[in-house]
């Protein structure tokens, strides 16, 4: 059927909303000075201001209300801290609570620093500069409120200090000579710290009363490990070895195993894979993790099952975990841009609650994050991870 031409002229065709290139007279990069006097001007998606020829219409696109904040948090509510350290100095690294209720964290960079800070009243507390470079995971709680952590010195070899509450940093020992520390972990009384070497992967026990070190032997014949760990309401000690597969450390008999359990991950990439974040829940009596493709999983140790809970973003990495007071598991996923979760363990609810922002003092979005602690009142804390660096604090309701 042929087109009727004077029914196509005669027809009235809408606007565009964004000029076209031959629509335009002139586009200004975002910053830069300049306009053609008497035209109307408009900031295009990119910045630019755009200055469209005469007859030609070009207004903003009529987006949702909720548009701009669709990304953000907006369950519970997100406050955060500013860190009181020099940029590049204040990236927090790991996270931990005593056993009498205090939050500590531990920053790496140019310059390595150790806090304090109270959830509930949204406050910092600096306690001192610390030598050596700080790592992930690199902290554990002891009894009687002490902290202790590692640090690696001129060629990367990793040393324990502890820090008694109120007291001074004190240099232990280096468990394994010549090599620096990938983990640590606390046992449920405080008095054992276990550790991960971060070459050969030799795993190690260090007792607080004693101040003495025993080394159990590598996890994986061929130095292939996660640099995290978990530790029961028992003792036992779970980490990763090669290929997402399980090791478990029995600390009654004093025994290193692998497991023939392992981590749920993408097809094909076995090799790739690794234990990106572990936690114990003492509710369900089971190990929570993530991997680096950023999935989630259930280990039941008792039985040996192991449950896939699911991917929360078409991105990789789960980078911490922690359990909330209100028996939910928080914690942060992806690579550049991250995201906060929660699973619901009563109904297998997993939700991608979006990514944390707070408006006051200033507008911040919290873009990395490496450690995550829950505070005395249950609430969810989060270090950041950047050149300026917030601890964030989430409280569910």
Same mark, same amino acid.
């Given at each position: 059927m042929p087109i009727d031409k004077q029914k196509l002229l005669q027809r009235k065709w809408p606007t565009f909303h964004f000029p076209l290139a031959q629509e335009i007279i002139d586009r200004i990069p975002k910053g830069e000075e300049g306009e053609i006097k008497g035209e109307p001007v408009r900031v295009d998606d990119y910045g630019a201001r755009v200055t469209a020829k005469k007859g030609f219409q070009y207004e903003p696109p009529p987006w949702?209300?909720?548009?701009?904040?669709?990304?953000?948090?907006?369950? =519970?509510?997100?406050?955060?801290?500013?860190?009181?350290?020099?940029?590049? &100095?204040?990236?927090? *690294?790991?996270?931990?609570?005593?056993?009498? !209720?205090?939050?500590?964290?531990?920053?790496?960079?140019?310059?390595?620093?150790?806090?304090?800070?109270?959830?509930?009243? *949204?406050?910092?507390?600096?306690?001192? $500069?610390?030598?050596?470079? +700080?790592?992930?995971? %690199?902290?554990?709680?002891?009894?009687? %409120?002490?902290v202790l952590w590692a640090a690696h010195l001129a060629g990367g070899e990793g040393w324990l200090y502890v820090r008694s509450e109120g007291g001074s940093p004190e240099k232990i020992c280096c468990p394994v000579k010549g090599e620096g520390i990938a983990a640590l972990a606390s046992s449920p009384d405080g008095r054992q710290v276990y550790g991960i070497s971060d070459r050969s992967g030799v795993f190690f026990v260090y007792d607080s009363k004693t101040r003495t070190v025993a080394q159990k032997g590598a996890v994986d014949r061929d130095g292939l490990f996660s640099s995290t760990l978990a530790v029961d309401? /028992?003792?036992?000690?779970? =980490? !990763?070895?090669?290929?997402? /597969?399980?090791? *478990?450390?029995?600390? $009654?008999?004093?025994?290193?195993?692998?497991?023939?359990?392992?981590?749920?991950?993408?097809? !094909?990439? &076995?090799?790739?894979? $690794?234990?990106?974040?572990?936690?114990?829940?003492?509710?369900? $009596?089971?190990?929570? =993790?993530?991997?680096?493709? %950023? #999935?989630?999983?259930?280990?039941?140790?008792?039985? %040996?099952? #192991? +449950?896939?809970? !699911? *991917?929360?973003?078409?991105q990789p990495r789960i980078r911490c975990l922690t359990m909330g007071g209100d028996g939910c598991l928080y914690g942060i996923a992806g690579k550049d841009c991250c995201h906060l979760f929660r699973y619901n363990p009563a109904d297998r609810d997993l939700r991608d609650l979006g990514m944390l922002f707070v408006a006051s003092p200033r507008a911040w979005n919290g873009y990395e994050f490496d450690a995550a602690v829950t505070g005395p009142q249950g609430e969810v804390c989060f270090g950041e991870n950047d050149q300026i660096s917030h601890v964030f604090v989430y409280s569910p309701s």
């Open positions: 949702p209300e909720d548009y701009l904040t669709a990304y953000q948090v907006s369950v =519970g509510r997100v406050d955060a801290v500013a860190l009181p350290f020099e940029p590049g &100095e204040c990236a927090v *690294k790991a996270m931990v609570k005593t056993s009498r !209720g205090v939050c500590y964290g531990i920053t790496g960079g140019a310059m390595s620093h150790l806090f304090s800070f109270d959830p509930a009243a *949204k406050t910092v507390t600096p306690q001192g $500069r610390l030598d050596g470079m +700080i790592r992930k995971n %690199g902290m554990a709680p002891l009894a009687d %409120g002490a309401d /028992r003792g036992d000690v779970y =980490g !990763g070895a090669r290929w997402t /597969r399980l090791f *478990k450390y029995d600390a $009654r008999n004093g025994t290193l195993a692998q497991l023939e359990t392992k981590a749920p991950l993408l097809a !094909g990439r &076995e090799m790739y894979t $690794r234990i990106d974040a572990l936690l114990f829940d003492p509710r369900s $009596r089971s190990v929570f =993790g993530g991997t680096s493709d %950023g #999935m989630l999983f259930q280990f039941h140790p008792e039985n %040996g099952k #192991m +449950i896939s809970l !699911g *991917k929360i973003l078409n």
